[in-house]
């Protein structure tokens, strides 16, 4: 369990969408609306139990943050718990606290988000509490002091004491040259530690805005009366200019690249290798449902090709998949792993994996494999009505990100459309090898000095279109 | 000042409300199968879904000594084929279906979750029941799944946490099988044969000892009907899981074990409650005072929110079948283990002193009262608790009564369960890094 946690995984994100996704006709059936401030507003009926769950997430996130001044937006989302003109630090939890809810709040690359859930007649009270910090955060150094070790010891507990954490890191840092997902959500330690209260301030005005934000409610609540309760509360805020979301561009990349780390923590070795993509937004936007499909197929679960030949077939790996994260504002990304068998050497599973992505690239994917995936996908947004926060995860991020609450409701029409020739396409068009990054995790070696890793990814010849 | 009071006064008035509030339209029926098979169902209609949870008693506290790690062995090789189904076969039977089928185990219980959808509702319990009723554990898949409990069991050797919890727990339990590591040790994951799998099913899943909750779209009579089909081949009856009673060694002492990591991590524990002792619920207050609370305890008060000296801290009951402990945890700089041990000992110190206030006892009823609904919003977690309440044996209408019984806690309770059950001088802490400052 989290706690005021950080949602900076990409590949975690990406399989919560592609669980969580829609299907049949309708998928969460949501009411939208807009108030005259901007404020976009969703409302997703769910009245198993009494009880609602309010997100409200900001178009805004560590991308966002300016140029050396990493780790502000989630620093923020720590402090958004502290004073408001009217209410002392600490209140807003203990209020929440006292009326049984519970809550917490995310960053990620593009987006921040808080939320509670509460029992139905405590609903306004969230909303009246929310709809305060939006607009009345009272900073002082003694309250961001304090909170700076906090964020500190959550770095040193998510990233630094973890050899895996720290090679992901590493490896975004690689897999970016100029756009700022290269950056750490949480920030780089240094900059952490010297960000001071006039910027985080200034971060805070220049961003949270009711006409930047998006209003999710599941549960137990009527539309009308959800939307009488958001004009009351937030619809006074008044809309402010917003500046665009313009993050620097990709430069084409020209070479492929590799990241070793050898740490005397690493008890098994680990292979990794990711790839720039197209996401929903941004992009060559047509490879983004097939390349879900991909995803599943290739690398998704007991039965994916990859699974099946290395781990059940022929013994080299311990485990291996593929994921795709293509929620983001700008670019996505696409990642395969593989971890070796104990005593199976590393560079025999990476050998397998890639005769897999040979083979892929070669043949193709055939239409049953794809009608598997589809139907597995279009199934799971069915189990996402189960619960409440599914729905407002899914149906915000969207928002967030560039898409709107009919792309959400059409997601099944949509995945159900693919055909293996376009999820064919899409792996030809993202998996070249000059445009990957590798990460490779190694245990120490025997005399103390860093193992080496392999030589630079093996070139293989462009496939034939 | 005053505006804090008015606050105050009226979420008393909240706080009443909250506790005579049943937890939401939750209608548990008890059913039992023509062939004696018992099941607690809540009938939902809401989406086309069945969630089933499932438990029987007897975990990884029964592994024999050598081969500790079995029992998670066992609920990891359970999905790796049965009857004419190989692994691949069965797996893919899940997928296509969209099935979620999985086990575990912990010390006490082992545990299994289905969840379907409606229209596969046959085929999913069938192969719930195939999978306990004849597993394969053809020989490469059980190699197959003790390669990954043994890559994982490395990874987690050399993380502090798991580190820490393995050093406190083989402490408080030395020579009983509470102190023996879940997963075992890679010697003793080596050591189990297929044959131990295979002779450890039929001892546990037996229909007597079936405890299960039901949720979703599904009525009485099909759910009779399936259970009877779906456990028929189990045997009728197991032996009884039975542990020596014991006590927690804790010496109050801070322990350290030598990491490399920048940042330590923190366990501590003392001797706690079991589930049916008659102040479980003044300790279910009491614990959310001290450290239970996400926002609002006393330790994430002075630790975090005063000092910043870690991003989590906490604490919590933890009732075992034969024993019982209270435990925390916190991960803090190496440079800071010094000074947050003296806090969290100081905490413990000034809670078991007594001295909880009004308005803090208020507060911890109304947040466990208030927030009692918000386990019931989806299928699987009201199954989850529909098989809880049966282990503990709490009464078919407990989720209703459970406020109420929350709500009864008064002020002398708590300061009763302070002075009797939280013992600063047992607090006994285990420290994984590199830390400074501690005497």
């Known amino acids: 369990m989290t706690r005021r946690a950080m949602a900076g995984h990409l590949a975690v994100l990406a399989a919560v969408l592609a669980v969580a996704g829609p299907a049949g006709a309708k998928v969460f059936e949501p009411t939208y609306f807009a108030l005259a401030n901007g404020l976009e507003v969703v409302v997703v009926e769910n009245h198993r139990a009494p009880v609602v769950t309010q997100m409200i997430w900001y178009k805004v996130g560590a991308a966002d943050e300016p140029a050396g001044r990493s780790g502000i937006a989630h620093f923020l989302e720590h402090l958004m718990f502290k004073g408001t003109q009217t209410r002392a630090p600490g209140e807003f939890s203990a209020i929440v606290a006292r009326n049984g809810g519970r809550e917490n709040a995310f960053t990620s690359q593009d987006y921040t988000g808080y939320f509670q859930t509460v029992a139905a007649d405590r609903l306004e009270l969230v909303m009246e509490l929310e709809a305060d910090r939006m607009t009345n955060l009272a900073l002082t150094d ?150 879900e499909l991909l995803a599943k197929v290739f690398g998704g679960g007991a039965t994916s090709r990859l699974y099946r030949a290395l781990v059940v077939e022929q013994e080299v790996a311990v485990s291996t998949g593929a994921w795709y994260d293509g929620d983001a504002w700008d670019l996505g990304s696409f990642g395969l792993w593989v971890a070796p068998r104990p005593g199976v050497p590393l560079d025999r599973a990476v050998a397998a994996l890639e005769t897999e992505v040979t083979k892929l690239l070669a043949e193709g994917v055939r239409a049953e494999e794809v009608e598997r995936a589809r139907q597995r996908l279009v199934d799971g947004a069915v189990f996402a009505r189960d619960d409440l926060s599914t729905a407002a995860r899914v149906l915000g991020k969207a928002l967030v990100t560039g898409r709107s609450v009919g792309d959400v409701e059409a997601w099944p029409e949509r995945i159900a459309a693919v055909t293996a020739e376009q999820v064919t396409a899409a792996a030809r068009a993202i998996l070249k090898p000059a445009t990957s990054t590798t990460g490779v995790l190694l245990p120490a070696a025997a005399d103390g000095q860093a193992g080496r890793g392999p030589a630079a990814p093996p070139v293989r010849p462009e496939p034939v279109r | 000042m005053m505006r804090h009071f008015r606050a105050l006064a009226g979420l008393l008035v909240l706080a009443l409300v909250l506790a005579a509030a049943p937890a939401g339209a939750v209608d548990i029926r008890r059913v039992v199968s023509p062939g004696g098979i018992e099941a607690w169902l809540v009938e939902d209609r809401l989406a086309p879904i069945i969630s089933l949870e499932l438990a029987v008693c007897g975990g990884a506290a029964t592994d024999p000594t050598g081969k500790e790690g079995l029992a998670e062995l066992v ?213 959310y005072i001290l450290g239970g609370g996400s926002f609002s305890s006393r330790l994430y008060s002075e630790v975090r929110e005063k000092r910043g000296l870690a991003y989590s801290v906490y604490s919590y009951l933890a009732p075992l079948g034969f024993s019982a402990v209270w435990a925390g945890g916190a991960a803090t700089a190496n440079a800071a283990v010094g000074e947050s041990v003296t806090v969290i000992r100081s905490v413990w110190y000034d809670v078991a002193a007594g001295g909880i206030g009004a308005e ?70 285990v420290v994984v890094g590199r830390p400074d400052g501690l005497k």
Do not use: C
Request: net charge neutral.
């Open chain 2, 75 to 287: 609920a990891s090789t359970l999905d790796e084929g049965a009857g004419d189904l190989d692994s691949q076969a069965f797996q893919s039977r899940l997928e296509d279906l969209s099935i979620s089928l999985s086990f575990s185990a912990d010390q006490d219980a082992m545990r299994g979750s289905l969840r379907t959808l409606s229209r596969n509702r046959d085929e999913a319990f069938r192969l719930l029941g195939l999978a306990l009723a004849s597993p394969r554990f053809d020989v490469r898949s059980v190699e197959r799944v003790r390669a990954q409990l043994l890559t994982r069991l490395a990874r987690n050797l050399q993380d502090p946490g798991y580190i820490a919890g393995r050093a406190l727990w083989g402490r408080l339990f030395p020579g009983h099988p509470y102190g023996r590591p879940h997963d075992g040790t890679p010697d003793t994951l080596r050591a189990i044969t297929a044959e131990d799998l295979r002779a450890f099913v039929p001892r546990r899943f037996a229909r007597d000892a079936l405890i299960i909750g039901v949720v979703g779209d599904i009525g009485a009579d099909a759910l009779g009907t399936l259970l009877d089909r779906t456990f028929a081949a189990l045997p009728k009856s197991a032996p009884a899981y039975l542990l020596p009673d014991v006590a927690p060694l804790t010496d109050g002492r801070t322990h350290v074990v030598e990491h490399a990591t920048p940042q330590s991590t923190i366990l501590f524990a003392q001797p706690g409650l079991r589930r049916s002792d008659p102040d479980w619920y003044a300790a279910t207050v009491l614990n």
């Open chain 2, 360 to 429: 803090e006892l208020a507060d911890a009823k109304r947040y466990i009262t208030g927030s009692w609904p918000l386990r019931f919003t989806d299928t699987a977690a009201i199954a989850a608790t529909l098989v809880a309440v049966q282990i503990e044996g709490l009464g078919i209408d407990y989720i209703d009564r459970r406020n109420a019984l929350v709500g009864a806690v008064s002020a002398d309770d708590v300061a009763r369960v302070a002075r009797r059950v939280l013992d600063p001088e047992k607090l006994t802490i």
């Open chain 1, 142 to 291: 003694a309250q961001i002091e304090p909170e700076r070790r906090v964020v500190l010891e959550e770095r040193g507990s998510r990233v630094d004491s973890d050899p895996r954490s720290i090679l992901s890191e590493q490896v975004q840092a690689a897999a970016w040259l100029n756009h700022p997902y290269r950056l750490p959500v949480i920030g780089w330690r240094h900059e952490i530690e010297a960000i001071g209260r006039a910027v985080i301030v200034d971060f805070y005005r220049t961003w949270y805005a009711p006409n930047n934000a998006v209003l999710v409610v599941a549960g137990d609540v009527e539309p009308v009366r959800l939307r009488a309760l958001a004009e009351k509360y937030y619809g006074p805020i008044p809309a402010r200019p917003v500046p665009p979301r313009v993050r620097p561009a990709e430069p084409p990349q020209l070479a492929p690249r590799v990241v070793t780390l050898s740490d005397a923590r690493v008890s098994q070795p680990s292979w990794s290798r990711r790839w720039l993509a197209p996401s929903h937004r941004a992009g060559e936007r047509g490879h983004a449902y097939p390349l």
